[in-house]
């Protein structure tokens, strides 16, 4: 793949939108440059969104802490960058994840804060596992900082953001995916997140500023995963590989290795480009884009030789 390739700005009157936050409020996502991508990547960022409708910051608690604690803060300034310098996809969600989470299933509800809610509903199974630690689709509690909400979601409100926000979003995605998949023979969803800074695991160690998931190896080819945690390696940054953090209902539904669909989630420790209250980006933010600019090519390189090496197992076949 070529490493020299121009920045172009993202203009967002040049992205495509899809589904919508609020009856005649924003998009809820914004989508670029899929037909005409120089590498077979797709950037998305679910949970940098800050289209907040009024009222749902009238029906926060504490909406500074909430949204501050809630969003991958700034983490699409990054993505940006990153998709400008190397003309990867990008898909970014302007729907907050305060609103609804993407990186979770429909059914990962708790019902509990759902008013109109049917009986058989509010029972607790293995779909619901996250959202009864205060993370479902909707979250309703953080940790240290109780309940966000002052009361409980109707049910048609719910109904109204999976139609409006969670549905549009991924069929996107899918699409887009599927689309860079036809035209490499192999495509890669790097599912971007930003993350509270980790402890080290002992006194010698440095703490992962980098996190890479794979399901365990489930969403993507282990040469991927191995190679992104080579880059950094390489580059003398500290990464980890599934711990704490080995990805969401993103990658379980979009992660396909089998058919040619690849899927990492890459969490970046806050602490390497925003300022000391983790709010607002800081000048270590452009660094922190180049290693991901180069970290994008490194990974193209290696999706196009995997989609090769199918092509070469298929023709033998």
Known sequence: MASDEKTVELQDSAASTGGKIASGGAPAYRLWGVDKAPLPILIAVPHAGRAYPVAVIGAMRDPARSRLRLEDRHVDALAREVAAQTGAALIMAEAPRAMLDLNRATDDVDWGMIAGAREREGRHSAANRRARSGLGLVPRRLPGSGEIWRGPLPREELNSRIAGIHRPYHTALGTALETLRDRWGAALLLDLHSMPPLKARFPDEHAPEFVIGDRFGISCNPLLSAASLRFFAGAGRAAAHNRPYSGGYVLDRHGAPARGMH?????????????????????????VARLLVTLVRTLADNVVALARQD????AAE
């Open 311 to 314: 092509g070469l197992s298929q």
């Open 263 to 287: 899927a990492l989630q890459l969490e970046v420790c806050r602490t390497a480009y925003l300022d000391a209250r983790l709010d607002e980006p800081s000048a270590r933010l452009p660094g």
